[in-house]
Nanobody, 126 residues
């Protein structure tokens, strides 16, 4: 499974960006997907995740109410709509996925994901 993320960029504080991630290759029909981010000098942290059905979503407290994760019409695509961006949101955002064959769930830890894409840089200026 290959994951391709896009949509990063430079935005002023208070602005919005939309990240996209598409899975390709030997994809499963039940991929849970999510986003993690890593700021300079910090550990990678969970941002948001969504189950394969789209019915279960989780958010980190730091982004709750500002970010929205959703699945696209195309199978195995996911979006992260980011609003009211803050300088502390500056990081490399990485898309991750895992095949969920025994239930509908959305991992919130790095260990819960099996596949990782290259990150996309998000920079929020003050």
């Amino acid at each position: 499974v290959q994951l391709q993320a896009s949509g990063g960029g430079l935005v002023q504080a208070g602005g919005s960006l939309r990240l996209s991630c598409a899975a390709s290759g030997r994809t499963f029909s039940r991929l849970a997907m999510g986003w993690f981010r890593q700021a300079p000098g910090k550990e990678r942290e969970f941002v948001s995740s969504i189950s394969w059905s789209g019915g279960i979503t989780y958010y980190a407290d730091s982004v709750k109410g500002r970010f929205t994760i959703s699945r696209g019409n195309a199978e195995n695509t996911v979006y992260l709509q980011m609003r009211s961006l803050k300088p502390e949101d500056t990081a490399v955002y990485s898309c991750a996925a895992v095949g969920t064959h025994y239930g509908d769930y959305a991992p919130t830890t790095e260990g819960g994901m099996d596949y990782w894409g290259k990150g996309t840089q998000v920079t929020v200026s003050s």
